[in-house]
């Protein structure tokens, strides 16, 4: 089984509704990040999460919003999605250490319309 | 702030030649450097991670080199396969010491049987 899963894997919508992602791990990381991909874009952070108490905004957490639920649930929502949102989602994990690497989920394709 | 820079443009290759992949940053030189590989439709995949004392690290045919006066990285595959035709993406630290990553928008690979 995949350490770090997300659903759903693609969805569209429509321009004003509320969509919740989800990630889930079973790598026992502490860290969890969310992230959108858009071409020519390379991935930006929307927000980030170090433990169950600590949630962060990254560099573009306008119109997202998150919840930890547990070390291994980390959900992003929209809550009135538009346009220029549909993208390329990751969610990813890490340890916290120096030099860490991060383990990345297979993605959600959003498409808002 | 930081910024990285990756080429945009594909990089087409024939099979068995190296492949070289740049990256470049503009401001200060992280504690290290990491390389991914991201294929369509998927979560990046760590690769290869060098720290700002080293100058060069090598794994199975991956060579990644850390040059911090010329603020650059540079990625090579030698004896390069069609199943190296992927987008790889370099990833630096924010130096803020949270072992947060900044990512690159990624070189694509092609290599031609």
């Known amino acids: 089984d995949a350490d770090v899963t997300q659903t759903p894997r693609n969805r569209i919508t429509k321009t004003g509704k509320r969509i919740m992602l989800e990630c889930s791990q079973t790598k026992g990381h502490d860290r969890m990040y969310w992230y959108r991909q858009d071409p020519g874009l390379g991935l930006r952070l929307i927000y980030y999460s170090f433990d169950v108490k600590d949630i962060n905004k990254g560099e573009i957490s306008d119109g997202y919003s998150v919840s930890r639920q547990a070390q291994a649930k980390f959900s992003l929502s929209l809550e009135s999605a538009i346009p220029n949102q549909t993208a390329l989602y990751f969610c990813?994990?890490?340890?916290?250490?120096?030099?860490?690497?991060?383990?990345f989920g297979p993605g959600t394709r959003l498409t808002v319309l | 702030s930081q910024k990285i820079e990756q080429n945009s443009e594909a990089l087409n290759i024939q099979e068995g030649k190296t492949a070289t992949l740049t990256c470049n940053y503009t401001?200060?030189?992280?504690?290290?450097l990491q390389w991914y590989r991201q294929d369509p439709g998927r979560g990046p995949v760590f690769l290869l991670l060098i720290r700002e004392n080293e100058k060069e690290k090598r794994k199975e045919r991956l060579k990644v080199t850390f040059d911090t006066t010329l603020k650059q990285s540079l990625f090579h595959i030698t004896a390069s396969q069609p199943a190296d035709s992927a987008t790889y993406l370099c990833?630096?630290?924010?130096?803020?010491?949270?072992?947060?990553?900044?990512f690159g928008s990624g070189t694509r690979l092609l290599v031609r049987p």
């Open positions: 990833a630096l630290d924010m130096m803020d010491s949270s072992y947060k990553l900044i």
């Open positions: 401001n200060y030189s992280p504690a290290y």
């Open positions: 990813a994990t890490s340890r916290g250490l120096a030099a860490d690497t991060q383990y």
